[in-house]
C-alpha cells in the first residue's frame, strides 16, 4: 500500500484543520488505519485508529473530543479531522495502515504501510 498524507499548514490555536490519506496499490478496505505525530525532539506517538469498515475508532487522551478520524472506502481515503487546536499539537503527522490489527492507544506498533508526514503547525 502506498500512503499520501495531505493538508497539513498553519493555524492559529482553537483553529482547525482536515488531514486526508490517499492510499493506492491495495485493497483499501483491507487494512485497519491509523494516524501518528512526531513533534520535534519527541518520539513518534499513536494519535487516532479506525478499523477496516469504520465501525470502530480509537484516540489518544490528549486528543480525544477534539479530532475524528474517519474513512472513505470508495475514495481509498482516511480523513482527520482535527478542531480546537493546540500549539502541543503542532507536530508531522503520519498515516499508516495495518493489514489485522487496528491501532489502538495500548497497541499501536506494527504497522506494515506509512505514509510520508505532513507538517501541522499551531501558533499560539
Known amino acids: 500500500v502506498q500512503l499520501q498524507a495531505s493538508g497539513g499548514g498553519l493555524v492559529q490555536a482553537g483553529g482547525s484543520l482536515r488531514l486526508s490519506c490517499a492510499a493506492s496499490g491495495r485493497t483499501f478496505s483491507n487494512y485497519a488505519m491509523g494516524w501518528f505525530r512526531q513533534a520535534p525532539g519527541k518520539e513518534r506517538e499513536f494519535v487516532a485508529g479506525i478499523a477496516w469498515s469504520g465501525g470502530s475508532t480509537y484516540y489518544a487522551d490528549s486528543v480525544k473530543g477534539r479530532f475524528t478520524i474517519s474513512r472513505d472506502n470508495a475514495k481509498n481515503t482516511v480523513y482527520l479531522q482535527m478542531d480546537s487546536l493546540k500549539p502541543e499539537d503542532t507536530a508531522v503527522y503520519y498515516c499508516?495502515?495495518?493489514?489485522?490489527?487496528?491501532?489502538?492507544?495500548?497497541?499501536?506498533?506494527?504497522?506494515?504501510?506509512w505514509g510520508k508526514g505532513t507538517q501541522v503547525t499551531v501558533s499560539s
Open positions: 499508516a495502515a495495518n493489514r489485522y490489527t487496528v491501532p489502538t492507544p495500548k497497541n499501536s506498533g506494527g504497522m506494515d504501510y
